[in-house]
Structures are given as C-alpha cells and as structure tokens.
C-alpha cells in the first residue's frame, strides 16, 4: 500500500527552529517527486516546493525560496522541510505529496501552531 | 511565477445537475515538445488532504468516477462534474505544474 505518513502535530513560539518529516512506502521513494503544500487556516492550497530524491534536484516557489529548506534522505525514504526560525504567519497545516508533477498521493498533514 | 485563477470562488448546484469550473493561467502550460498540458485538478473535503482528479488536463486519476470530466489547453480549462453528488461537496482547485507548481485559489462547491 502506498503511504505518506508525516510527522505530528508540533507547537512551537516565534523564533524557534522546526523540522517536519513525511516518510514513504509502498513505492519507489526515489524515483517521484515529492512535494510540501502549506494551507494556512480557513485558506486554499500553496505549493511551496518540490525535491527529487534521487539526486536530490530541489526546486522552490519564488514565495517560499529562503524561507524553508526541503530535504530528503533516501536511505530512510523520508523528506523534511525545516525553518530556522518560526513566525507565527506560518501556522498552517503543512501537507507533502508525491507523483511524477502533479500530486498522486498526500500524506495526512501536519499542523504546526507558532504562538508565543 | 504562473498565476492561476479560478471561477467562482463558488457555486451552489442541485443535485444531478452539472458543476463547471473554469481555470486560467497567466501564460500558456501546454508543452508544444509532447503537447502536453501541465495542469491538474484536485478534491479537498473539509479536515482531509485534497485528492487528485484530473492530470494532464483531462487525464482522470485511478478511481475517479467519469461524472468528473477535465477539458481546455493553453491557458484556459474546465473542470466539468456531471450529475452533482451530495458526496461532491468540497472544494476543487486547479493546479499547473509546468514550472515549480501553482494552485488556484480554490472554488467551493455545495448543493442548492
């Protein structure tokens, strides 16, 4: 069965690093892309970025470059997408993907809440 | 970076009657090497991850039932649902993904 399965729910203050992961199974975590879309509260979707595993080629929406790094380790087949330091503007529901371009598949989210 | 805007933002349909949403892009995502267009569409129920539809404009994903039609190339596409369900009840968002990726800005769809 193919499956995303990502990190859970985090809660952090503002400046604080985060780290999310999205591990997969059921297929060949290296041969897809695969993707984080933010979805703030009450708000639609934005693709913030994509990375192929296989040679780790990454590629960022203009609105997200600098702001977040997306990573991937195969060796566990598990992508990451971290900040450095939070702001409360990112509390969002944070949800990977994968497929060849487009999204065949997503994981469940992960809400990350930035509150002092 | 591609624009991708959506109309309506919503649209209220009676059941088994027909739902069309119209996508547009700012610059053409047909690829003239394969003449492929990059744009896909997705299903997003309230609390859930959203559910890929349509690829390649018109392509449905495995087990989408055939009431959910994609058309349009270039700049300009059609999401079609035929005969509304009151499972149907979400919101749809078009997607391109010829350069990086954009979603639009979502329509939501309920029953009249």
């Known amino acids: 069965e193919v499956q995303l399965v990502q990190s859970g729910a985090e809660v952090k203050k503002p400046g604080e690093p985060l780290k999310i992961s999205c591990k997969g199974s059921?297929?060949?975590?290296?041969?897809?892309?695969i993707g984080w879309v933010r979805q703030m509260p009450g708000k639609g979707l934005e693709w913030m970025g994509i990375?192929?595993?296989?040679?780790?080629?990454?590629k960022y929406s203009p609105s997200f470059q600098g702001q977040v790094t997306i990573s991937a380790d195969k060796s566990i087949s598990t992508a990451y997408l971290q900040w450095s330091s939070l702001k409360a503007s990112d509390t969002a529901i944070y949800y990977c993907?994968?497929?060849?371009?487009?999204?065949?598949?997503w994981g469940q989210g992960t809400l990350v809440t930035v509150s002092s | 970076d591609i624009v991708m805007t959506q109309s309506p933002d919503s649209l209220a349909v009676s059941l088994g009657e027909t739902a069309t949403i119209n996508c547009k892009s700012s610059?053409?995502?047909?690829?003239?090497?394969?003449?492929?267009?990059?744009l896909a569409w997705y299903q997003q129920k309230p609390g859930r991850p959203p559910k890929l539809l349509i690829y390649?404009?018109?392509t449905r994903a495995s087990g989408v039932p055939d009431r959910f039609s994609g058309s349009g190339s270039g700049t300009d596409f059609t999401l079609t649902i035929s005969s509304l369900q009151a499972e149907d009840v979400a919101v749809y968002y078009c997607?391109?993904?010829?350069?990086?990726?954009?979603f639009g800005q979502g329509t939501k769809v309920e029953i009249k």
């Open positions: 993907a994968f497929g060849e371009l487009y999204f065949d598949y």
């Open positions: 610059q053409s995502v047909l690829y003239s090497s394969n003449n492929k267009n990059y």
């Open positions: 059921g297929y060949s975590f290296t041969s897809y892309w």
């Open positions: 990375i192929y595993p296989g040679d780790s080629d990454t």
């Open positions: 390649w404009a018109s």
């Open positions: 997607q391109q993904y010829y350069t990086t990726g954009t």
